[in-house]
Each structure stands twice: as C-alpha cells, then as structure tokens.
C-alpha cells in the first residue's frame, strides 16, 4: 500500500467516524512498551525536520460542535488542492520544526505557546519478515498521541521518558508517514503540575527513530553487582513473546563470562554469573564493559558498569566504603543555547563543567534526563540522582496522579536501570506535609522498591525553622532510604551570615543530602558581597553556607542549586533575570561566576563533607 493508498484508507475511517461508525481508531489507543537499552539498538532515525501545524483550539483533534473527541482530523492529513476533505490543513504546505526540539527556542511565536502542535514526517520503509517495529520516541512534553499511515498507534502522558509504539501492522514496503499531536498544556491532575520553576518546553524534544525486534525480543534486562556475594553479577533478563524453551545468554567477553538461563514464566529469566578480575566503577574509576545480552533471534550490546550501593546507619557505601558526594543539581537545558538539551554535546558541557568543580555526585532535577547524558555521566563518572517530576503540589488524593507517576517511574527506572552512575530514585521534590502526599510518596516509593532493590530511595524534602534551628521531621522521612532537604538561607531567607548561626535537628538517623542551597547573581554583575543579585553576594552565600553543612554530622552528601541559569517563567525581573533562574553557578552562556570557584576549591581540597 503507498501513501495515498494509506490516505485513502484513512479516509474512509474519518468517514467512517463522522457517520457515527465505529472507526480503527475509535478503539483504545494501545498501551506503548519500555524497552532498556533502546539507545543500542540499530535504529532508523525519524529525527530532523518534521512539518508543523500550531493548533492552538486542538481543533484537529476535537469535533468543534460537540468538543467530542474525534481522535484525529489531521492524521492523515496531506491534503492538496483537489482532494476533497479535509481542506484546511496541509502538512506539505506548513512550516518546520526540528526533531529532536523544544519549539519554544525554534520560533519567537512559540516562546510562551502552551497548546498542541501536529507534526508530521515522510519515511520510506521496507518490512522485514518475522520482524516487529517500534516508533521510538525519547520524550514528548507532555501528552501526545501517535499515527502512522493513518492508523492510531498510541498516546502518552508524561513529558520526560521515552516509549514505544508498535508499528508493525502500520507500516508497509515504500512511503509511509508519521503524524504526532504534541500538547504541552499544564494540568491540574498532570505530573508535574500546574506550577513548576522551570520552562514548560513543548514538543519532540528528544530523538524519534524506528527500532526493529524480532518476533520474539528483549524487553527489559537488569544487570548489576551482587551486593551480598562478592564476583556475582546477577539480574534478569525479560523476553516479550518468548518461544518455548527459549533462553537468555549473557557475556562479559573482556571478563570471559558467559551464562545461559531459561526463559520462564512472565518472559523471565534469572541471571547470575559469577567473574574473576572485574574491576569496579567509581567516579575515579569509570570502568565500563560490553555487555552481550541475546535471546533467541534478538541481541543487545550493552555497556554496563558494575558497582554496588547501600545505606549502614548514616553511612552511602559504595562499593563497601563510605562515599560523600560532592554535588551540583543540573536542569536538562542546553548550554549556549538554551532550550532543551538533547545532544551528547549538551551532556559533556554540563557534566563537564561539573567534573571541572570537582564534584563526583549530580542531582539530575526535576524529572528524567535523557539516555545522553544518563551514558555521559557513567563514561565521566558521576554518581546521578534522577528524579521522578512529582514536583511541589500535585493533586495527592487523586488516584489517577498517582498512577501517573507510578507509570512515569516504570518508564524512568525500565529504560536506565543498568547505568552505574545512578545511585538515588528520588521519588519528589518539596511536597507539602499533608497525610495524603505523604501516602501517595509511600505509594511511590513502595513501587520504585519493588522495580529496583538495589538502589537507594530519596526525596527533597521541606524543612521548617524554630529559631536558629532547621528541624527535618517530615513524616515522609520514614519512606526514604537517604534524606534529601533544600534551604535557602541568605537568598529566601535572612542573610548569608545567619548560616553560622544555624543549627540541624535531624530526626532520622539516616544520611542526608542537602539536595539545594544558593542564591542567585547575574554573571558579570559586581559590587559589594551585600548587594543581591551580584556575584559576590552569591559567593558569600556559599561561604557561609560551607561551614554549616560542615556541622551537620549526618551529612553525606549535597547539591548547590544549581549548575547553569536556565529558563523560567517565575523569574521576569527585567535587566537582571529577564526569564532566567540565576542561581545558576555558571551563565547560560558558560561563563562563570565566583561561586563556582569557592565551590571547586571546597570540593578539590575537600574542605567540606566528610574526608573518606
Ligand atoms: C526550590 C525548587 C527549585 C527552584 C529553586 C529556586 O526549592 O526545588 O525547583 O528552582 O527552589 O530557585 O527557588
């Protein structure tokens, strides 16, 4: 079938919709798949320029008499003159924008545009026998909703973790194409929220390619360092459509270690095999091996590095010894020229300019970062807190939200439970004290346990003040395996100084990460350390606030706020933020500020945290 021939069938089901009919794709969009370790799969990419209509009423998506959802006026639409219906849109006439890309950096109309965008791309495919494909998508914020040649493939809520939808019966030999509905209106019940400190970049933002499985395949596979038996790696691998008697091989070939399990029940096979002279990853040691995964017709190659992590007391081991982590919180906007970071390039800058500070701990905030810079941070080594975006106040009473971001949480900890880097789920981020947050944050956690033991369970938490003393006593506390808590003195609160003076009642005995602290200064702004918004000002901040953090005895670890100034609505003070959070410790455009000298001296000479 070409194309037009597509079109046509297409058609006939819009018709077929509009007549009241049931139509294809009247029927519940099917549910997309995670895959681990899509980025090694040989992939067709999709990424480039895709046609783009800005549908600001979503008309191409809703029946304008009724608001009735008409699942897809636009999926087929390439209309041109003469043809019948529809008639006003044409995909091959419209405008372009990049994949991957926010398209709030792409064009100045769509700098504060919250609303659906189409996208379509041409492809030309030739099927292969006993093969299935899959549309890979590596984000889109926030909802979206898939077709190809017409036929609905799936829909997605979430803005920050990729997914798959099968496109086997979709697609056919020759010219094909791909439309997406893209809207990244904010939502009440949506994950985050409503309000969030940082810009609602809309669209594909990361890569978009076709991956091709065999019949039988590879779904999840999770492989890391016994933490009990020493030499033991061990994990599982998970088949989609095993055959009977299937197996599933692992091979370290620089380790010369190889085992063989039997696919069972749910597709599962349980991994263990035991080496001789692996080395472990660390940050000083970023050690990394190929990793064959195959099963049947399927095979992946992998790279995995291999280390273990645990809490004892107020202790982080890794790998059996005590570890503080000297850190830095990162946004996923991208260095020089802003908007969403997407390219290994992105990645090396930021964790770059990180490594350059001396930090061995990154706080990847405020949701999933992409596959780049989760690869990045293993091959530089750098320990990565990844978070889930249930973000200041969400809707907590509501199931609904919950099971949100508990598929969010599948999605972030399905596709990058084998990166060594990664040491800490964190399951929120400045919630209110309320019974049901606190319930849904358990919830979360619960789930996040359940999908990966062998990592650590944190959240930032909020902390409140009785005099000169910071108390952490939030009942979520109980749930988390490691503390993190934010402050801001001398920025939000009183003066840099009144650090010195402040106290920590820690009411759990368990490590703790101050997971923010700092204050804002515009690059190249300079006068005196009390006048806000210079660099000296934030550099006292920091002074002051070393010597404090020294004085926690539970501290293992901490993460200025933040990196690099990036976008945010909630910051429009004209001359000096003018839509920047400036607390960044280096410019948007890489310069930077004094206080990330005074934090590369105390993290290189270790003059805070604890020496190990
Ligand atoms: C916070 C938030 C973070 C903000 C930051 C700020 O507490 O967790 O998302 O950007 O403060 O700059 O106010």
């Not at 080395?279 to 017709?297: D, F, H, L, N």
């Not at 009942?475 to 100084?497: F, M, S």
Request: proline fraction near 5%.
């Amino acid at each position: 079938m070409n194309v037009r021939n597509a079109r046509n069938v297409a058609l006939a089901a819009i018709a077929a919709t509009l007549a009241g009919v049931t139509a294809a794709w009247a029927a519940p969009a099917p549910a997309p798949i995670i895959l681990t370790g899509a980025d090694r799969r040989p992939a067709i990419s999709l990424n480039g320029e895709w046609a783009a209509i800005v549908d600001p009423y979503f008309s191409g998506m809703y029946n304008s008499h009724h608001q009735e959802k008409k699942n897809g006026w636009f999926v087929n639409h390439k209309a041109k003159p003469g043809d019948e219906f529809p008639t006003e849109y044409n995909f091959s006439t419209a405008s372009r924008l990049k994949v991957p890309g926010d398209w709030n950096t792409q064009r100045r109309s769509l700098y504060y545009y919250e609303g659906p965008i189409w996208y379509e791309r041409d492809f030309t495919y030739q099927p292969k026998e006993h093969t299935r494909v899959f549309l890979h998508v590596g984000a889109a914020n926030y909802k979206s909703w898939f077709w190809v040649n017409g036929i609905k493939v799936c829909e997605h809520e979430g803005g920050y973790t990729s997914f798959n939808c099968e496109v086997t019966t979709a697609v056919h030999a020759g010219g094909n194409f791909v439309v997406a509905a893209v809207d990244n209106t904010r939502l009440a019940d949506g994950v985050p929220g409503l309000q969030t400190d940082w810009w609602n970049y809309g669209g594909l933002t990361r890569t978009v390619s076709l991956i091709e499985v065999p019949e039988s395949f590879i779904e999840q596979y999770d492989l890391h360092l016994s933490r009990t038996e020493d030499s033991v790696i061990e994990g599982w691998v998970i088949m989609n459509s095993p055959v009977n008697g299937a197996k599933a091989e692992v091979e370290i070939p620089e380790l010369g270690a190889k085992t063989s399990a039997k696919v069972g029940d749910g597709g599962l096979a349980a991994i263990r095999v035991e080496v001789k002279g692996l080395k472990r990853w660390s940050p000083e040691t970023p050690i990394i091996y190929k990793v064959r995964i195959s099963a049947g017709q399927d095979s992946i190659d992998e790279l995995i590095g291999f280390r273990t992590v645990e809490v004892r007391g107020t202790e982080i081991l890794l790998n059996g010894k005590p570890i503080f982590l000297r850190g830095v919180c990162i946004h996923a906007e991208a260095p020089y020229r802003t908007g969403r970071a997407n390219t290994d390039k992105d990645a090396e800058t930021l964790l770059g300019w990180a490594k350059e500070m001396g930090a061995n701990f990154v706080r990847l905030a405020h949701y999933p970062h992409d596959e780049t810079m989760l690869r990045a941070a293993d091959r530089m080594g750098l320990l990565v807190w990844s978070e889930n975006p249930v973000y200041w106040a969400l809707q907590f009473d509501n199931p609904k939200v919950l099971a949100k971001a508990e598929q969010q949480l599948d999605e972030e900890i399905g596709t990058s439970r084998n990166h060594a880097a990664i040491i800490l789920w964190s399951m929120a981020n400045e919630t209110p004290n309320t019974e049901a947050r606190t319930k849904f944050i358990e919830t979360e956690a619960a789930h996040a346990r359940e999908l990966d033991p062998t990592r650590l369970i944190t959240a930032a938490l909020l902390v409140h003040a009785e005099g000169n003393t910071k108390i952490v006593d939030d009942p979520l506390g109980k749930a988390l395996d490691v503390i993190g808590t934010n402050e801001y003195i001398g920025w939000y609160e009183k003066r840099p100084e009144t650090a010195d003076i402040t106290q920590w009642r820690i009411d759990y005995q368990k490590p703790v990460i101050m997971s923010e602290f700092g204050g804002e200064a515009k690059a190249g702004l300079h006068g005196r350390k009390t006048e806000r918004w210079t660099e000296e000002y934030q550099a006292d901040i920091y002074r002051h606030q070393l010597g404090m953090l020294n004085r926690i005895p539970q501290l293992r670890g901490m993460s200025a706020w933040i990196l690099m100034d990036f976008r945010s609505p909630n910051r429009p003070l004209a001359g000096i933020q003018d839509e920047y959070n400036r607390k960044g410790l280096i410019s948007e455009q890489g310069k930077k500020k004094l206080a990330y000298f005074i934090l590369q001296k105390a993290y290189k000479e270790k003059t805070v945290g604890k020496p190990e």
